[in-house]
C-alpha cells in the first residue's frame, strides 16, 4: 500500500468529478482544476459561440468555448444509462419526465453528485491548466488564473479529464471545399435553428448530432440535404419532411455554392454544416512525445488509459467512446486509476503493457479500421467487462439490454426521425411486460 499522493485532476466534468471522488476515497489529497467557473464540462450549456468562424482553418488562439451542446439537446441515452453505480438519471428526476431528458437534468446530476461526496470543495475553478512536465518522481502542473497569473505546483500523479469534444474535426477531404466561398460552421457551434432560416444547408455526417440538428433546422430552413460518408445511399426524402433529403458522400463542391452528390443530385447551398465529430487536444502536455495524439489515436496508452512509461503517475479518463455504458465506464476507469494510485491494484509491467497496446494497433490493422477509431469501443462490452472485473464491479444485464435494444432500434430504422419518443414508449411496454410477469 502506498502513502496518500498529491493528485492533480485536469477538468471537472464527468470523468473529472468521479476521478476525483474516487481518489478522495482511496485518501489521497486532491487538487481538480478546472478552466471554467462551473463544473460540468460538456453538459455546461454555452449560449456563446466561438468567435473564428472559418471551421477549415481555426485560429489556434480564439477564445475557446468547451461545450459543444445544442439549446434543444436530449440524451442520446435513456435515463438508466445516465448515471453511476449509486448515482444515476434513474432514480433523480429534476423536473424533466422524459426517459430522454434534456441537457440541463445532467448538469444537475452532476452538481448534486459532485456536492454529495464533496468534490467540489477540491476544484480550483478558472484555472486552466497550460503545462504538464515530468520532474523527479512526479509532474510540474503550471496553470493560469485571471487575477494571478501563472503560477505551478509539483503534484505525484495527474489524471488528465479534458474531454474530447471541443476541438472540431472537419471535412476537409471534400474536393473543392477549401474554395467554397459560402458559410461553413461545424456543429460546435450550432445552438438554436433560427439562423438557418430560409437557407439550404447541407449537413455532413451520420451521428446523433447530425440527425438532432437537421431535424432542428428543417422546421425553419427551406431546404436541408443530409451527407453521409456511405456510398451506396439513394437519395430520399426523409420520412415526415417535405424538405429534408438523405444522400451518399459529396462529390465536389464549387464555389458558386454548388454541391453534387454522389448519388448524382446538385444543389445550390448557403451553408455546409460540418456534424463531423472531435479530436483529442492536449495541449499543455510536454513530455517529449512521450504520449500524444496522432490521427486521434493518445497512445501509447495501456487499456486507453495508463501510457507505460509514466504509469501509473500519468492518466487519462474519459477518451473511449461508442459504448452504451459512458459514464458507467468512465466511473470504471476512475476506480482503477485511485485503486492503481493506492497500490491496491497492480499494473502488468512496462514491456507487457506496451506488448498489449501493440498488441491492440496490430488487431485494428487486421481488420482494415482505421487508427482514428483507436479509442472507438464500437459498442461492445468487452472492455467495460474487463474493467470492471478489474475494479470489482459489475455492470447489470438490465442496462446491457436496455442499451441493446436501443441499439438495435436504431440500427434497423434508417431515418429514425423521433427515435427517443419512440423508443420512451418501447420500454414502457417492456415494463409494463415484466410488472405483468412479476404479478403473475
Ligand atoms: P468534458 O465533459 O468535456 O469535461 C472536461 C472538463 O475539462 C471541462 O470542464 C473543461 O472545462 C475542463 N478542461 C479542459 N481543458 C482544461 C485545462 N487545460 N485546464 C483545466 N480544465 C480544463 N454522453 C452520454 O453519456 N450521453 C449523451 O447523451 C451524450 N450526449 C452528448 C452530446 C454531445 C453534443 C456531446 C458533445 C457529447 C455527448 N456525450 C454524451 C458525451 C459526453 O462528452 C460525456 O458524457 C461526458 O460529458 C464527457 O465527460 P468528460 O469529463 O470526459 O469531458
Known amino acids: 500500500m502506498t502513502d496518500s499522493l498529491n493528485v492533480a485532476v485536469i477538468g471537472a466534468g464527468t470523468s473529472g468529478?468521479?476521478?476525483?471522488?474516487?481518489?478522495?476515497?482511496?485518501?489521497?489529497?486532491?487538487?481538480?482544476?478546472?478552466?471554467?467557473?462551473?463544473l460540468g464540462g460538456t453538459w455546461l450549456y454555452e449560449p456563446r459561440v466561438e468567435s473564428d468562424d472559418d471551421v477549415l482553418h481555426l485560429d489556434p488562439n480564439r477564445s475557446v468555448v468547451h461545450s459543444s451542446l445544442y439549446s434543444s439537446l436530449r440524451t442520446n441515452l435513456p435515463r438508466p444509462l445516465m448515471g453511476f453505480s449509486d448515482y444515476s438519471l434513474d432514480d433523480k428526476s429534476y423536473g424533466d419526465p422524459r426517459t430522454f431528458p434534456g441537457h440541463e437534468e445532467v448538469l444537475k446530476l452532476l452538481q448534486d453528485f459532485a456536492n454529495e461526496f464533496r468534490v467540489t470543495e477540491v476544484i480550483r475553478f478558472n484555472s486552466e491548466v497550460v503545462r504538464v512536465?515530468?520532474?523527479?518522481?512526479?509532474?510540474?502542473?503550471e496553470w493560469k488564473t485571471m487575477e494571478v497569473g501563472s503560477t505551478e505546483e509539483v503534484f505525484d500523479a495527474v489524471v488528465v479529464c479534458n474531454g474530447h469534444h471541443t476541438e472540431?474535426?472537419?471535412?476537409?477531404?471534400?474536393?473543392g471545399i477549401e474554395e467554397w466561398s459560402r458559410k461553413q460552421v461545424h456543429s460546435h457551434n450550432y445552438r438554436i435553428p433560427e439562423p438557418y432560416r430560409d437557407q439550404v444547408v447541407v449537413v455532413i455526417g451520420n451521428g446523433p448530432s447530425a440527425l438532432d440538428i437537421s431535424q432542428e433546422i428543417a422546421t425553419?430552413?427551406?431546404?436541408?440535404?443530409?451527407?453521409?460518408?456511405?456510398?451506396?445511399?439513394?437519395?430520399?426524402?426523409?420520412?415526415?419532411?417535405?424538405?429534408?433529403?438523405?444522400?451518399?458522400?459529396?462529390?465536389?463542391?464549387y464555389d458558386d455554392g454548388r454541391v453534387v452528390f454522389q448519388d448524382g443530385y446538385s444543389i445550390e447551398a448557403n451553408v455546409i454544416l460540418h456534424c463531423t465529430g472531435y479530436k483529442f487536444h492536449f495541449p499543455f502536455l510536454k513530455m517529449n512525445n512521450i504520449v500524444r495524439a496522432d490521427d486521434n489515436r493518445v497512445g501509447p496508452l495501456y487499456k486507453h488509459v495508463f501510457p507505460p512509461l509514466l504509469a501509473p503517475r500519468l492518466a487519462f479518463v474519459g477518451l473511449t467512446y461508442n459504448q452504451g455504458v459512458l459514464f458507467r465506464m468512465f466511473e470504471l476507469q476512475s476506480k482503477w486509476v485511485a485503486l492503481v494510485l493506492s497500490g491496491k491494484?497492480?499494473?502488468?509491467?512496462?514491456?507487457?503493457?506496451?506488448?498489449?497496446?501493440?498488441?491492440?494497433?496490430?488487431?485494428?490493422?487486421?481488420?482494415g479500421i482505421p487508427k482514428w477509431h483507436t479509442?472507438?469501443?464500437?459498442?461492445?462490452?468487452?472492455?467495460?467487462?474487463?474493467l470492471a472485473a478489474q475494479v470489482g464491479l459489475e455492470i447489470e444485464d438490465r442496462l446491457k439490454e436496455i442499451f441493446g435494444k436501443l441499439f438495435a432500434y436504431y440500427v434497423s430504422h434508417p431515418n429514425p426521425n423521433g427515435f427517443r419518443d419512440l423508443f420512451q414508449m418501447l420500454l414502457m411496454e417492456k415494463e409494463l411486460e415484466l410488472e405483468k410477469e412479476s404479478v403473475r
Not at 512536465?133 to 502542473?141: A, C, K, L, P, Q
Not at 472540431?168 to 471534400?174: L, T
Not at 479509442?375 to 474487463?386: M, P
Request: aromatic share 8%.
Open 345 to 367: 491494484l497492480l499494473l502488468p509491467s512496462e514491456d507487457e503493457m506496451l506488448a498489449d497496446v501493440y498488441k491492440h494497433y496490430q488487431e485494428m490493422e487486421e481488420n
Open 133 to 141: 512536465d515530468s520532474s523527479d518522481g512526479g509532474f510540474v502542473v
Open 375 to 386: 479509442h472507438s469501443l464500437a459498442f461492445k462490452s468487452e472492455y467495460v467487462d474487463w
Open 168 to 175: 472540431p474535426q472537419v471535412a476537409d477531404d471534400v474536393p
Open 17 to 38: 468529478l468521479l476521478t476525483a471522488r474516487e481518489l478522495i476515497r482511496e485518501h489521497h489529497r486532491v487538487t481538480v482544476f478546472e478552466k471554467s467557473n462551473k
Open 220 to 253: 425553419v430552413a427551406k431546404e436541408v440535404h443530409l451527407s453521409s460518408r456511405s456510398t451506396n445511399v439513394k437519395v430520399t426524402m426523409l420520412d415526415g419532411y417535405k424538405n429534408m433529403w438523405q444522400h451518399s458522400k459529396i462529390n465536389r463542391v
